[in-house]
C-alpha cells in the first residue's frame, strides 16, 4: 500500500508504536471468527484450497473486509467526536488500516475525515465521507485508544471493536447539566484569584458568570443555531457590562479585569489555536491555517464583546467614565496639546523671534501617579479588608490542585480513576515550572509557557512509554493550564486594550506551547528502541 501526498514526500508523517512496521506484528485472524466458520461451511473442499494455498493466510470474504472498513470508519468518527488530536487522526487511521490489512487513504479536513477504500482484484474503489462535530472528552478517548489498541494487537475482532465503538458514542455525557454548571462556577473563581488577581469577593462574581455562561451554553446556543451564531459576542456582553458596573462602585469593592477576565476561560478558544499550531508545525499546513484563523476571528469577537459591554455601561454612567478617564491621566507620564503657543512676557523672546510656536508640545511628569497598590490590574491598597486582598501566595498549594481536578472533570474524565491523579500531578508540576519561569524571565510569556509545556510533555510522554498510559489525556490539564496562566502574564484578557492584542497574545502563548512540547516529545523518544513519536500524544 502506498501514501503519495505531501507528508509521505517531505518524511514528516509520524507512526504509531503499535504500527505493523515498527513491531513486526501480524495480526493472526484478521476476519471474525463467526464468518469463517460460516465460509468453511458453504465451501466443502476447504481444506484442498488450503493446501494450494498454503501462503495464502487470509481466505478472502468480502463480509470480513466490510466488518473492518466500518471499523476504520467508526474509529475516524470517534476520533473526531471526542476531540483526538487532529494532527494524529490520519496516521493513527493509517496504521489501523495496515494492522487490518486493508487498502484504504485517509484525508483530514477541519469537521470531515475522507476515507477512500480500495480493491486491488476489481481495480475500483470507493469513498466515504465521515463529517461529524464534537468536544473534547477525555474518558471516552481514553477508552477509545484501548479499543484501538486491543485491535492492533489482535485481541478483539474487527467487528467487536465495531460494537464497542458505537456504544461509546450513543452513551449520554458522563455528567449532567447542573454538574458541568457548578465545575464552570468553581473553575473560573479558582482562576481569579490564581491568575488574574482576584480577591475573595471577586471569584464569586466570576463564578457566577461563568455559570451563567455554561447555562446559556447548554440550554440555549445548543438548542438554536440562531442564537449559537452570536452566543460568544451576547455573552461577554453580558459579562462585561455587569463587571465594569460592579467596579464602578465608590467603595472600589470589584475589580473589572479579575471579573471579565476569568467570567469568560470557560470559552477562550486555548485548545484550538494549540491544536492549530501543531497542526501547523506538523507541516499540515489545510487544516492548521484553517483553524488558527477560525480561532483568531474567535477571539476578537471575545474582546469586541468585552469593549462593547464595558462602553456600554459607561455611556449610560458619565460619571464613571470621567472618573475612568481621569485616572488614565493620572497614570501617564507624559501628555500631548496640539495647538498656538503664545508668550505674554518677554521670557520666550528669543525663541522664533517671539512669535507664536505652533505644533504638538509634550509635558512629562517628573512624579508620576504611584501605581504600588495596583497588583495584576486591580487597586488593592493595604488599609482594605482581607476579602478584598490578593490571596497569599501558600494557598496555591490548594488552590492548584483543586481547579486542576474540576479543569479535568470540566473535560469528562471520571473521578475514581488513576488517570485522574496523573493529570492532577502533570498539572501542579506545569504550573510550578511556569511560576518559577516567570521569576527569571519577564514580559515574555511565550518562552515561559514554552518552559511549561516542557515540563508537562516531559513527564506525559516518560508516563506513556514506562507505564503504558495514554499521554494525550494525561497531559491535556496541564497544557490547558498555560493557556490563562500565559494570558495572565501577557497582561490580562481585558488589559489589553483591543481584540488584536488578545489574539497576538494568545497566540505567542500556544506557539511557546507548541515548542515545549515537541522539544520534550523529541528528547524522550532520542531514547530507546523506538525511535517514533508518540501517536497518541500531543
Given at each position: 500500500?502506498?501514501?503519495?501526498?505531501?507528508?509521505?514526500?517531505?518524511?514528516?508523517?509520524?507512526?504509531?508504536?503499535?504500527?505493523?512496521?515498527?513491531?513486526?506484528?501480524?495480526?493472526?485472524?484478521?476476519?471474525?471468527?463467526?464468518?469463517?466458520?460460516?465460509?468453511?461451511?458453504?465451501?466443502?473442499?476447504?481444506?484442498?484450497?488450503?493446501?494450494?494455498?498454503?501462503?495464502?493466510?487470509?481466505?478472502?470474504?468480502?463480509?470480513?473486509?466490510?466488518?473492518?472498513?466500518?471499523?476504520?470508519?467508526?474509529?475516524?468518527?470517534?476520533?473526531?467526536?471526542?476531540?483526538?488530536?487532529?494532527?494524529?487522526?490520519?496516521?493513527?487511521?493509517?496504521?489501523?488500516?495496515?494492522?487490518?490489512?486493508?487498502?484504504?487513504?485517509?484525508?483530514?479536513?477541519?469537521?470531515?475525515?475522507?476515507?477512500?477504500?480500495?480493491?486491488?482484484?476489481?481495480?475500483?474503489?470507493?469513498?466515504?465521507?465521515?463529517?461529524?462535530?464534537?468536544?473534547?472528552?477525555?474518558?471516552?478517548?481514553?477508552?477509545?485508544?484501548?479499543?484501538?489498541?486491543?485491535?492492533?494487537?489482535?485481541?478483539?475482532?474487527?467487528?467487536?471493536?465495531?460494537?464497542?465503538?458505537?456504544?461509546?458514542?450513543?452513551?449520554?455525557?458522563?455528567?449532567?447539566?447542573?454538574?458541568?454548571?457548578?465545575?464552570?462556577?468553581?473553575?473560573?473563581?479558582?482562576?481569579?484569584?490564581?491568575?488574574?488577581?482576584?480577591?475573595?469577593?471577586?471569584?464569586?462574581?466570576?463564578?457566577?458568570?461563568?455559570?451563567?455562561?455554561?447555562?446559556?451554553?447548554?440550554?440555549?446556543?445548543?438548542?438554536?443555531?440562531?442564537?449559537?451564531?452570536?452566543?460568544?459576542?451576547?455573552?461577554?456582553?453580558?459579562?462585561?457590562?455587569?463587571?465594569?458596573?460592579?467596579?464602578?462602585?465608590?467603595?472600589?469593592?470589584?475589580?473589572?479585569?479579575?471579573?471579565?477576565?476569568?467570567?469568560?476561560?470557560?470559552?477562550?478558544?486555548?485548545?484550538?489555536?494549540?491544536?492549530?499550531?501543531?497542526?501547523?508545525?506538523?507541516?499540515?499546513?489545510?487544516?492548521?491555517?484553517?483553524?488558527?484563523?477560525?480561532?483568531?476571528?474567535?477571539?476578537?469577537?471575545?474582546?469586541?464583546?468585552?469593549?462593547?459591554?464595558?462602553?456600554?455601561?459607561?455611556?449610560?454612567?458619565?460619571?464613571?467614565?470621567?472618573?475612568?478617564?481621569?485616572?488614565?491621566?493620572?497614570?501617564?507620564?507624559?501628555?500631548?496639546?496640539?495647538?498656538?503657543?503664545?508668550?505674554?512676557?518677554?521670557?520666550?523672546?528669543?525663541?522664533?523671534?517671539?512669535?507664536?510656536?505652533?505644533?504638538?508640545?509634550?509635558?512629562?511628569?517628573?512624579?508620576?501617579?504611584?501605581?504600588?497598590?495596583?497588583?495584576?490590574?486591580?487597586?488593592?491598597?493595604?488599609?482594605?479588608?482581607?476579602?478584598?486582598?490578593?490571596?497569599?501566595?501558600?494557598?496555591?498549594?490548594?488552590?492548584?490542585?483543586?481547579?486542576?481536578?474540576?479543569?479535568?472533570?470540566?473535560?469528562?474524565?471520571?473521578?475514581?480513576?488513576?488517570?485522574?491523579?496523573?493529570?492532577?500531578?502533570?498539572?501542579?508540576?506545569?504550573?510550578?515550572?511556569?511560576?518559577?519561569?516567570?521569576?527569571?524571565?519577564?514580559?515574555?510569556?511565550?518562552?515561559?509557557?514554552?518552559?511549561?509545556?516542557?515540563?508537562?510533555?516531559?513527564?506525559?510522554?516518560?508516563?506513556s512509554r514506562k507505564m503504558g498510559g495514554t499521554a494525550f489525556t494525561s497531559m491535556v490539564?496541564?497544557?490547558?493550564?498555560?493557556?490563562?496562566?500565559?494570558?495572565?502574564?501577557?497582561?490580562?484578557?481585558?488589559?489589553?486594550?483591543?481584540?488584536?492584542?488578545?489574539?497576538?497574545?494568545?497566540?505567542?502563548?500556544?506557539?511557546?506551547?507548541?515548542?515545549?512540547?515537541?522539544?520534550?516529545?523529541?528528547?524522550?523518544?532520542?531514547?530507546?528502541?523506538?525511535?517514533?513519536?508518540?501517536?497518541?500524544?500531543?
Amino acid at each position: 500500500m502506498h501514501r503519495n501526498d505531501s507528508s509521505n514526500s517531505s518524511g514528516s508523517q509520524v507512526i504509531d508504536p503499535d504500527d505493523p512496521t515498527v513491531t513486526g506484528e501480524r495480526k493472526n485472524n484478521l476476519d471474525d471468527p463467526e464468518d469463517l466458520e460460516k465460509a468453511c461451511m458453504k465451501q466443502m473442499n476447504y481444506k484442498a484450497r488450503r493446501k494450494l494455498r498454503q501462503r495464502i493466510r487470509i481466505e478472502f470474504n468480502i463480509t470480513s473486509v466490510i466488518n473492518r472498513q466500518k471499523f476504520l470508519m467508526r474509529l475516524a468518527k470517534a476520533l473526531m467526536t471526542f476531540g483526538a488530536p487532529s494532527h494524529r487522526i490520519e496516521s493513527q487511521l493509517l496504521s489501523a488500516a495496515r494492522i487490518l490489512e486493508v487498502d484504504a487513504e485517509f484525508i483530514h479536513i477541519p469537521g470531515v475525515i475522507i476515507c477512500s477504500f480500495g480493491d486491488q482484484e476489481t481495480k475500483t474503489s470507493e469513498m466515504h465521507f465521515v463529517k461529524c462535530g464534537g468536544r473534547l472528552s477525555l474518558g471516552s478517548l481514553h477508552d477509545v485508544h484501548q479499543i484501538y489498541r486491543m485491535v492492533v494487537h489482535d485481541e478483539i475482532s474487527a467487528r467487536k471493536a465495531t460494537v464497542k465503538l458505537e456504544a461509546l458514542m450513543e452513551a449520554k455525557p458522563l455528567y449532567g447539566s447542573l454538574i458541568r454548571c457548578s465545575l464552570a462556577f468553581c473553575l473560573s473563581g479558582l482562576i481569579c484569584v490564581l491568575a488574574f488577581g482576584g480577591s475573595f469577593v471577586d471569584m464569586w462574581i466570576a463564578g457566577i458568570g461563568a455559570s451563567f455562561l455554561c447555562l446559556m451554553q447548554i440550554c440555549v446556543a445548543t438548542k438554536s443555531q440562531l442564537y449559537a451564531n452570536v452566543f460568544e459576542i451576547s455573552v461577554t456582553i453580558v459579562i462585561s457590562f455587569a463587571a465594569r458596573g460592579l467596579s464602578s462602585i465608590r467603595s472600589q469593592t470589584f475589580c473589572y479585569t479579575a471579573i471579565s477576565s476569568a467570567g469568560i476561560v470557560g470559552i477562550l478558544p486555548g485548545y484550538l489555536i494549540l491544536s492549530s499550531s501543531l497542526e501547523l508545525a506538523s507541516k499540515n499546513i489545510v487544516c492548521g491555517s484553517v483553524k488558527m484563523v477560525y480561532a483568531l476571528i474567535y477571539t476578537l469577537f471575545l474582546g469586541f464583546g468585552l469593549q462593547i459591554g464595558s462602553d456600554l455601561y459607561l455611556l449610560f454612567d458619565q460619571g464613571a467614565r470621567h472618573d475612568l478617564a481621569a485616572l488614565a491621566a493620572r497614570m501617564m507620564t507624559s501628555a500631548s496639546i496640539t495647538g498656538t503657543f503664545v508668550s505674554d512676557n518677554g521670557t520666550f523672546a528669543n525663541i522664533n523671534h517671539g512669535q507664536p510656536l505652533e505644533g504638538t508640545f509634550t509635558f512629562i511628569s517628573g512624579a508620576p501617579y504611584i501605581r504600588e497598590h495596583i497588583i495584576d490590574g486591580c487597586y488593592r491598597p493595604p488599609t482594605f479588608p482581607w476579602y478584598l486582598q490578593p490571596f497569599p501566595w501558600w494557598t496555591q498549594f490548594l488552590i492548584v490542585p483543586t481547579f486542576s481536578i474540576m479543569s479535568s472533570l470540566a473535560n469528562l474524565q471520571p473521578f475514581w480513576t488513576i488517570e485522574l491523579v496523573v493529570m492532577v500531578v502533570i498539572s501542579c508540576v506545569s504550573y510550578a515550572a511556569n511560576k518559577i519561569a516567570n521569576h527569571f524571565i519577564f514580559n515574555r510569556s511565550d518562552v515561559v509557557s514554552a518552559i511549561g509545556a516542557f515540563a508537562v510533555g516531559l513527564l506525559g510522554n516518560i508516563y506513556s512509554r514506562k507505564m503504558g498510559g495514554t499521554a494525550f489525556t494525561s497531559m491535556v490539564t496541564g497544557v490547558l493550564f498555560l493557556v490563562p496562566s500565559g494570558l495572565s502574564q501577557a497582561g490580562g484578557i481585558t488589559a489589553q486594550g483591543n481584540g488584536i492584542d488578545i489574539g497576538g497574545a494568545m497566540i505567542a502563548v500556544t506557539i511557546g506551547i507548541t515548542v515545549g512540547l515537541f522539544m520534550s516529545q523529541a528528547l524522550v523518544y532520542m531514547f530507546g528502541s523506538r525511535k517514533n513519536a508518540a501517536i497518541f500524544s500531543f
